[in-house]
T-cell receptor, first 119, second 114 residues
Framework: AQTVTQSQPEMSVQEAETVTLSCTYDTSESDYYLFWYKQPPSRQMILVIRQEAYKQQNATENRFSVNFQKAAKSFSLKISDSQLGDAAMYFCAYRSSALYGGSQGNLIFGKGTKLSVKP | NAGVTQTPKFRVLKTGQSMTLLCAQDMNHEYMYWYRQDPGMGLRLIHYSVGEGTTAKGEVPDGYNVSRLKKQNFLLGLESAAPSQTSVYFC?????????????FGPGTRLTVT
C-alpha cells in the first residue's frame, strides 16, 4: 500500500521569503501522480500543483514549484515570495496513474503541514 | 458552474441519531469519493463510487453507508452516530479514476456528535 509522509507539522516563513515543505512517499508503482493541496481556514481543498511521475521536469505554477526526486521518493514544495494569503495547511497527496487492483483513483494524503506567514 | 456541493455545511447530532450527507456534482463525473478529515490527519477515504449504481469501501468504512442512485449524487449515511464520527467530511469527484484527471472537492461538512 502507498503511504505519504509529511515530517513537518508546522512551518513559518517571513513575508516575501522562500519556504520549502517536505514530502516523502512509498510505493511500488512506477507510474503515478503527486499533488500539493492547500487548505485555508475556509476548509476548501485547493489544488496547488501536480507532478506526473514519468516526467522528469519539475512542475511549476507561478510562485510554486516542486523538487521531485523519483529515486528518493521525495516531493517537496517550494513557495517563493511568500504572501500572507499563502498561510494555510498544505497536504501532499499521491494518486495511482492507472486502476491497479484495490486502487480506484482515490488520493492518499499526508498529515499536512501548517504554514504560517509573518508580516 | 457549481462544481461539487455538499449539504449541509454544519450539523450537530446526538449519539445514536442518524443523518445523510448529500454530495452533488454537475460535471458529469463518473467517480465520486467521500473522505473524512480529523485533526492532525490528512483526508482518509470512507467510500467511493466508480459509476451510477456502484459503491465500494475505502480505508475507514465502518459506521457509514453510501448510495449512488443518480450519477450526479453521492449520499453518505450514518445510521447510528457515534462521537468517533465527529469530523469534517469532504466529497470529491473526478472524470475517471486515473491520476491524469483532477479530483474536485466540495466545501466540506463539519459534523459534531455529542
Amino acid at each position: 500500500a502507498q503511504t505519504v509522509t509529511q515530517s513537518q507539522p508546522e512551518m513559518s516563513v517571513q513575508e516575501a521569503e522562500t519556504v520549502t515543505l517536505s514530502c516523502t512517499y512509498d510505493t511500488s508503482e512506477s507510474d503515478y501522480y503527486l499533488f500539493w493541496y492547500k487548505q485555508p481556514p475556509s476548509r476548501q481543498m485547493i489544488l496547488v500543483i501536480r507532478q506526473e511521475a514519468y516526467k522528469q521536469q519539475n512542475a511549476t505554477e507561478n510562485r510554486f514549484s516542486v523538487n521531485f526526486q523519483k529515486a528518493a521518493k521525495s516531493f517537496s514544495l517550494k513557495i517563493s515570495d511568500s504572501q500572507l494569503g499563502d498561510a494555510a495547511m498544505y497536504f501532499c497527496a499521491y494518486r495511482s496513474s492507472a486502476l491497479y487492483g484495490g486502487s480506484q483513483g482515490n488520493l492518499i494524503f499526508g498529515k499536512g503541514t501548517k504554514l504560517s506567514v509573518k508580516p | 458552474n457549481a462544481g461539487v456541493t455538499q449539504t449541509p455545511k454544519f450539523r450537530v447530532l446526538k449519539t445514536g441519531q442518524s443523518m445523510t450527507l448529500l454530495c452533488a456534482q454537475d460535471m458529469n463525473h463518473e467517480y465520486m469519493y467521500w473522505y473524512r478529515q480529523d485533526p492532525g490527519m490528512g483526508l482518509r477515504l470512507i467510500h467511493y463510487s466508480v459509476g451510477e449504481g456502484t459503491t465500494a469501501k475505502g480505508e475507514v468504512p465502518d459506521g457509514y453507508n453510501v448510495s449512488r442512485l443518480k450519477k450526479q449524487n453521492f449520499l453518505l449515511g450514518l445510521e447510528s452516530a457515534a462521537p468517533s464520527q465527529t469530523s469534517v467530511y469532504f466529497c470529491a469527484s473526478s472524470f475517471t479514476g486515473t491520476g491524469r484527471n483532477e479530483q474536485y472537492f466540495g466545501p466540506g461538512t463539519r459534523l459534531t456528535v455529542t
